[in-house]
């Protein structure tokens, strides 16, 4: 590794939001470059030479921490996406020192997720559990009118023998001048057919 290939490789970084390619072994690479900029200014002993030396030595240094913070925020962003979708985690271009930054970050994270919003949610849970079976205990008890059924009101005409209404109930037998209140499909066709005259319609 060279100073270009530092320079490109931040560059490369700041110009995504995706965690760019650097090889596994980006940071090793780095650091033998550092420490070799170092060993180089222990030798040089003219003092101008030795000036330059050590602000190239400077600029490395802050390469390698600008590449590294830029990357250190999109690897917190991946863990808090992995954490809450729950998918696999991806190490596709991360070195190795950032695939244990992320797993360890993930960790963390589902601990304190666990020990701050298990209870809550449990919680929760029983209480929706709870609630919906109380709806639906409610909805079977309650009369088909209370459940969006429109009924009629109707006068029979003739004697009719008992029917099953659309609500799954039994009505009549019916006599001629029975005045009865029936769910709207069965009572349409009894007036259709002249077996009933609608005296009110009934809204559900």
Request: glycine letters at 6%.
């Amino acid at each position: 590794m060279d100073i270009k290939t530092l320079s490109e490789a931040l560059r490369r970084e700041k110009a995504s939001p995706y965690l760019q390619e650097l090889g596994r072994d980006f940071y090793r690479e780095a650091g033998e470059l550092f420490r070799s900029m170092l060993a180089e200014c222990r030798r040089i002993r003219d003092l101008s030479q030795l000036s330059m030396k050590l602000a190239e030595v400077e600029n490395i240094k802050n390469m390698i921490s600008d590449i590294y913070e830029t990357r250190e925020r999109k690897i917190v962003s991946s863990a808090l996406y992995y954490v809450k979708s729950g998918e696999e985690v991806e190490v596709e271009n991360l070195t190795k020192e950032e695939e244990q930054l992320l797993e360890e970050i993930i960790r963390t994270l589902k601990a304190g997720r666990e020990r701050v919003l298990a209870g809550f949610e449990g919680e929760m849970g029983d209480t929706q559990q709870e609630e919906m079976e109380e709806r639906e205990e409610a909805e079977k008890e309650a009369p088909v009118k209370e459940r969006g059924v429109r009924f009629v009101t109707v006068r029979i005409l003739r004697d009719l023998p008992s029917l099953v209404g659309v609500d799954g109930r039994v009505y009549g037998e019916f006599k001629a001048e029975d005045v009865v209140t029936l769910p709207e499909p069965n009572a349409r066709i009894l007036i259709e057919r002249g077996d009933a005259e609608a005296i009110l319609i009934e809204r559900s």
